[in-house]
């Protein structure tokens, strides 16, 4: 019989979610809901999909991107690396007109595009993650067979930076390996943390000392509302000789089940043997990827309009709203957070705590449904991730059952 790709018996992601869903069922089972009594109803504050629907520019973008494909004179079939205006709109609206369409290629979503993007290294080369980290730069990793050797623990060959209280979130980077592929995810899932300028210098200043690219997890620029932060790392001089940009309409546009995103490729890229790793990205899109939805393309286009980014503010802005009122009852419970004001997750902490124990003290206590920090990696042990994406009512609701429970 055919034998089973090794690797895939590394994987550990595919637990903490399925993982969180069992804790919930097993609670539900035995403390049933009695629809007479809201307070016993579960609400969920635990994972990072959005909840509000799209809004009516970009959603008749979306409507208008079907109508087109039911008439001979406006169909479209494959559009390979995206549609021009697309592009274009892309590096005018969030890069300030500074790439051509060339270095940037729509994708199904940043996601999608992070699981490919180890293509163009292979299983050879060092993985530097953040420690707590978004778990798909691991497993994308870990697919390719680019981690090991094993250690007994886990994932011997991939290096995880921790990202704590005491560095304010932001990792030692003398502790960066040379030549190495580095996921930076700012404003960062799950700790809410938004790299200052500063910071992003010293990434890409030692990313060029050490020979390292940088994949730059951006989907959650859209968040950011201090003026003073980076939206995008190709703000950072000399980032276009060691890094790439992965973004998405995900979560600032309500995209999460329409699928559009990007990847940005300089041209100034360059592996250590001088190719070029725009050529590259190229190729293995249309090798194993056949481009993005045109439907969703057109909702794109849509967002990019000024009526459609005013949309994706006021998106935005009602998430903020979420994590704002989940971090202002926190804090008056005595926990001190990061994250919620350039950024939809509150990181909470709960020292000496183990997060599993701490997620269900919440659940049992408020039925709420939370994400362990421990499931983004070792140094999220005694962190709890609160997501604001949620209704409002529901975020209300939760807000003032951990009130209760925290001023107990
Ligand atoms: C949600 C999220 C994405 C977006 O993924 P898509 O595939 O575009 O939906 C990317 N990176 C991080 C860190 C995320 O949390």
């Not at 595919?14 to 869903?21: C, K, Q, S, V």
């Not at 886990?154 to 960066?176: K, S, V």
Request: charged share 20%; aromatic share 10%.
């Amino acid at each position: 019989m055919i034998s089973r790709n090794p690797c895939l018996a590394r994987l550990k992601a595919g637990y903490l979610f399925p993982e969180i869903a069992r804790r919930r069922r097993e609670f539900a089972a035995a403390h049933p809901e009695d629809p007479a009594r809201p307070e016993t109803r579960i609400i969920s504050l635990g994972v990072g999909n959005t909840t509000e629907p799209i809004l009516p520019h970009i959603n008749g973008g979306l409507i208008e991107g079907a109508r087109r494909l039911g008439k001979a004179e406006t169909y479209s079939g494959y559009t390979d690396e995206g549609l021009l205006e697309l592009r274009e709109g892309i590096s005018r609206v969030f890069y300030g007109g500074a790439f051509s369409p060339a270095e940037i290629f729509i994708s199904d979503g940043a996601k999608c595009d992070i699981g490919r993007l180890q293509l163009l290294f292979g299983g050879g080369t060092p993985v530097v993650v953040q420690d707590p980290s978004y778990p798909v730069y691991v497993d994308g990793s870990v697919l390719i067979g680019a981690a090991g050797p094993w250690g007994d623990s886990g994932y011997g060959g991939i290096t995880y930076l921790p990202c704590t209280a005491e560095n304010g979130y932001f990792p030692d980077l003398d502790r960066l390996p040379e030549n190495a592929l580095f996921y930076f995810c700012s404003p960062n899932n799950p700790t809410g943390a938004a790299a200052t300028r500063r910071q992003l210098e010293e990434l890409i200043s030692a990313a060029v000392r050490k020979g390292c690219l940088i994949v730059f997890d951006a989907a959650y620029a859209e968040y950011i509302q201090d003026p003073q932060l980076p939206k995008t790392i190709f703000e950072i001089p000399g980032s276009r000789e060691c890094a790439v940009e992965v973004n998405s309409f995900s979560k600032s546009a309500g995209f999460t089940g329409v699928r559009l995103g990007w990847t940005v490729a300089p041209k100034e890229l360059k592996y250590a043997g001088g190719e070029s790793v725009n050529a590259d990205w190229g190729r293995i899109a249309g090798t194993v990827f056949n481009g993005a939805s045109n439907i969703a393309q057109a909702g794109g286009i849509a967002a990019l309009r000024e009526e459609g980014l005013r949309e994706i503010r006021e998106l935005c802005g009602f998430y903020l709203g979420n994590a704002k009122l989940i971090r202002e009852v926190l804090e008056r419970g005595g926990i001190s957070c990061v994250g919620g004001d350039n950024s939809p997750y509150v990181w909470a902490r709960f020292p000496g705590r183990d997060s599993w124990d701490v997620f269900a003290g919440i659940l049992e206590k408020c039925r709420v449904v939370t994400t362990p920090g421990s499931g983004f990696g070792p140094s999220g042990q005694s962190f709890i991730r609160f997501s604001a994406f949620g209704r409002r009512a529901d975020v209300e609701e939760a807000c003032a059952r951990l009130e209760k429970f925290l001023l107990s």
